[in-house]
């Protein structure tokens, strides 16, 4: 597993200077304001957020004016970069949670905004109506299933938008394992962040944002996944992030990741946001939480003694553990009996059908084609082909269908269907009538929608009739088989099988295979290392003379201080003949001063001395008095040297 | 010398009375077993000869002459979901046989069931032998083990040495061809699908649970694909591409136990 991280140190420094370009940058594009109270319709004593976003400009530093019967709350900001599609944008988000306190329409007066570089925003006014609640009218009943704005405390999610963090249900999205437990919760878009001790925000977490907490089973609830990393840590991810759990399916994350960066609690962070949807196949109260397997450095191992460690940083250390995300409780419904249509078929959501009917003038035993067309949001796996009534003058076949979702969590897009079906007499025949049905969430009711068809022109006469291409016919009748079409039985059992396993599915299959494949590539590496390192057959000789001459070396010094001119000779001259013999690869015994004296003349004048010596020495046995063997060893020595190379 | 060559006889004779039981088990040319069935079938007593047909495949195992003959039986016995999963089988077993696909349409088109013959390419990667493909594979990894350790030895003969490169250069690119091939009919024959045997049609399921929400029916004999399980219900995929959940008694798995479910039919 490969981990390539990014670099710390100058990196650090890098993204400062990106992030302070990146403020310039916006103001090269026109600034403009956003503006959302929500929600628009509250009972006393809610919060009520007051959000303005200024995309590409900068200044935020500006208040609402005070409104009788509102109090004023917490003021979160927040500022978020862009990357997308090769464009930058940033916007900056300024929420005031405002708290009614007493009921009535309210209208907060519209104001200018002053931006840094002289452009002036002109904020609308906006309204505000207030009821008296639970003490008063009553209060909203907790309907499961509406949108999320119908809870007021967690605003509609905008990707363009500010931090938007985890739904207020629960805790805090967890720190990273291993970081200091989260001393204190800042905030970011109004909702918790985890920190460090050291106040400053979590290295990693991971924040799901689902539309709504409460859905009934089958339902399919978007949702958004978002990872975030700081800059300072950022190490690069191999794994999804996953659902904790068996209680909720969730589609595939196969669509690539949105990215982008954005600032919160005035730390750079890389996000990586998906799109999504759950579903959770029985009713109750059931957790739901994400983890991602997550990468991020963790400290940085200085480049000791490299004088370019502001360009070549040293190796990250990367943490590696699975963070959790946020944790929810999702409030899974039954759907209700009342009412349910006898053909509903599991759909829940909003949907629209039509239908059209191709062609309108046929032959008796001739197919028209119902090309009927659903589209909307919901659990589209559950959307089947509208029921058409029985009609016995009409006779109909399978429908096929195509799905073609217009969002990445596949919970918007359209559905068509063809039904092939055939008049089974002449005349102008209506159609089928034919309907549609779905559970809607937020009205907590199942809806009918009606499909009108049209009326065909059938010509001709009944007469006997194959199935159109493709279809067959319908369950309604017999399945007895026919006398005639079959054929006939097998007279022998051929080869028998006591398994209809495939044996791939057996582990002998693949371990005979990687096992000799295995092997395959040891010996492949064994015959790369081999041509690397050459074989060197002199090697262990050489030592040998190496660690020979080191010895007559020191034999020599020896034998000079002593005076003992015998020994001094004897080794010098071994010395010198193990020297000449290792460069010409020779037997040191058979360098004589006249073999030497043949490979190189030059060299042997100036050993002749030291030869003609150590044989007058060692011949004679003389001891050599009045010898300086102190000068004889330097000189010795300097013919040792690597300098005084034979030719 | 004369011990040994009579052990090797022996060893020889031993051989070829195995390999002849062993062909006079798996592939009869002619047994009394199959002909009781077949004669059950034409006398009409198309129960009895299923049963028949039954016994045969638990004592000797499954083939596809002999599933094709109990489908029949089925069909005849007015069984469609067990008709369709018996040529489901033997179509698994077979392939390319015309036979078996012309029986399976004719069976869907009466169970009021849409065709679904194998396309060229889908016949084409479900006909694989897989026991031939492995020896296929062990060959050309051998054969390439083989040169490498030749390689390895340096061996002094300059032919043995080409060949050892002519069967690198060569078995490389066919392994790897082998590999991909391999990786692609098991990613498409891996699917489980499973055939319903629910009288008359298998309700379809909001969730796998008692008393869920029953969101429609598939009719008896339809082919599907199971996407998953909880407890005691699959969650299979429609040939219409609806998802539900259906219970395991519904399901008959079309390679038999290939997910616990009850034993094959």
Not at chain 1, 126 to 150: C, I
Not at chain 1, 523 to 551: C, P, Y
Not at chain 1, 576 to 595: A, D, G, Y
């Amino acid at each position: 597993m490969r981990i390539l991280s990014r670099a710390h140190g100058l990196g650090s420094a890098l993204c400062a200077v990106a992030l302070s370009a990146l403020a310039v940058l916006p103001c090269l594009a026109v600034p403009t304001l956003s503006q959302q109270i929500n929600p628009p319709e509250a009972t006393i004593g809610d919060d009520v957020q007051v959000t303005f976003v200024i995309q590409n400009g900068s200044g935020t530093n500006f208040n609402l004016q005070p409104v009788d019967g509102l109090q004023n709350g917490q003021v979160s900001t927040s500022t978020s970069f862009s990357f997308q599609n090769g464009s930058i944008s940033s916007s900056a988000a300024k929420t005031f949670h405002l708290i009614p306190t007493r009921a009535g329409d309210f209208t907060i007066p519209a104001f200018e905004i002053h931006l840094q570089d002289g452009t002036v925003l002109h904020a609308q006014a906006m309204k505000l109506h207030v009821v008296a609640g639970a003490n008063g009218a009553p209060a909203a009943p907790q309907a499961p299933g509406p949108p999320p704005t119908a809870n007021p405390s967690v605003p509609a999610f905008n990707p363009n938008g500010p931090v938007v963090m985890p739904p207020a249900n629960n805790a805090p999205p967890q720190p990273v394992p291993g970081n200091p437990a989260p001393s204190a919760a800042a905030t970011a878009g109004g909702n918790a962040v985890p920190t460090e001790s050291d106040g400053r925000p979590a290295k990693v977490f991971l924040v799901i944002t689902p539309q709504t907490t409460d859905a009934y089973v089958g339902q399919s609830i978007p949702m958004k996944i978002e990872w975030f990393i700081r800059l300072d840590a950022d190490a690069q991810q191999d794994s999804l992030p996953t659902i904790k759990g068996s209680d909720f399916l969730m589609n595939n994350l196969s669509v690539r990741f949105h990215e982008d960066t954005l600032a919160v609690m005035d730390e750079g962070y890389r996000r990586e946001s998906w799109s999504t949807a759950i579903s959770a196949p029985k009713p109750g109260d059931f957790p739901l939480q994400m983890e991602r397997d997550s990468y991020w450095i963790k400290s940085i191992n200085p480049a000791r003694l490299n004088p370019f460690v502001n360009f070549f940083p040293g190796r990250p250390n990367l943490a590696h553990e699975p963070i959790a995300s946020n944790q929810l409780t999702i409030h899974v419904h039954d759907l209700p009996d009342e009412g349910r249509p006898a053909n509903f078929t599991g759909a829940i959501g909003q949907f629209t059908a039509t239908a059209t009917a191709q062609p309108d003038t046929v032959a008796v035993g001739e197919p028209v084609t119902l090309h009927f067309t659903v589209t909307g949001q919901g659990n589209f796996d559950y959307v089947r082909c509208p029921a058409l009534t029985a009609d016995p003058a009409w006779k109909t076949y399978v429908p096929s269908s195509k799905f073609t979702p217009q969002n990445e969590s596949h919970t918007q897009g359209i559905k068509d269907f063809e039904m092939a079906v055939i008049p089974q007499k002449n005349g102008t025949v209506p159609l089928p009538q034919s309907s549609f049905n779905y559970f809607d969430p937020a009205t907590k009711q199942y809806m009918t929608v009606p499909i009108t068809l049209p009326s065909i022109t059938v010509t001709g006469a009944m007469a006997a009739r194959t199935p159109p291409p493709g279809v067959v016919t319908d369950s309604t009748e017999g399945t007895a088989p026919a006398e005639a079409g079959f054929l006939p039985n097998r007279i022998t059992s051929g080869w028998t099988k006591t398994s209809l396993i495939p044996i791939y599915r057996q582990a002998w299959f693949w371990i005979v295979q990687g096992g000799l494949f295995a092997a395959l590539v040891v010996g492949l590496v064994f015959l790369i290392l081999r041509s690397r390192t050459k074989r060197d057959d002199g090697r262990e000789e050489r030592l040998r003379r190496q660690h020979s001459m080191a010895l007559e070396t020191d034999a020599m010094g020896t034998a000079a201080r002593n005076g003992d001119a015998l020994a001094f000779f004897v080794a010098a001259r071994h010395a010198i003949q193990l020297h000449l013999s290792t460069r010409w690869r020779v037997n040191p015994e058979s360098l004589t001063l006249t073999e030497i004296r043949q490979r190189d003349p030059q060299l042997a004048e100036t050993l002749e001395p030291l030869f003609v010596q150590a044989d007058e020495i060692i011949y004679s046995g003389g001891t050599g008095r009045g010898l300086d063997l102190a000068q004889w060893e330097r000189h010795v020595r300097d013919l040792l040297q690597p300098q005084t190379q034979p030719a | 010398m004369t011990f040994q060559f009579s052990r090797a006889g022996r060893f020889v004779t031993l051989l070829f009375a195995l390999g002849a039981s062993i062909l006079s088990l798996t592939a009869d040319t002619s047994d009394s077993e199959l002909d009781a069935a077949n004669r059950a079938f034409a006398y009409g007593s198309y129960d009895e000869a299923a049963g028949l047909f039954q016994k045969i495949i638990a004592a000797r195992g499954y083939s596809a002459a002999l599933c094709f003959n109990l489908a029949n039986a089925e069909t005849k016995a007015n069984h469609p979901g067990l008709a369709m999963l018996n040529y489901e089988r033997a179509r698994y077993l077979a392939p390319n046989d015309a036979d078996i696909n012309h029986n399976l349409q004719l069976a869907r088109q009466q169970a009021g069931l849409e065709p679904n013959s194998y396309r060229w390419w889908e016949a084409l990667m479900l006909s694989i032998n897989w026991t031939v493909w492995l020896a296929l594979m062990v060959l050309c990894l051998s054969l390439l083990l083989f040169a490498v350790v030749g390689t390895a030895m340096k061996l002094p003969s300059p032919a043995l040495r080409t060949t050892f490169r002519l069967i690198f250069f060569i078995g490389t690119p066919l392994l790897l061809m082998f590999a991909f091939v391999e990786l692609a009919c098991i990613g498409f024959n891996n699917r489980v699908e499973g055939v319903i045997i629910a009288p008359k049609a298998a309700n379809l399921l909001l969730s796998p649970i008692d008393g869920a929400e029953k969101i429609g029916t598939i009719p008896e004999g339809e082919l599907v694909t199971v996407e998953g399980r909880h407890d005691k219900y699959f969650r299979i995929e429609a040939r219409d591409h609806h998802f539900g959940w259906i219970q395991q008694q519904d399901l008959e798995p079309v390679i038999a136990d290939s997910f616990d479910a009850k034993p094959a039919n």
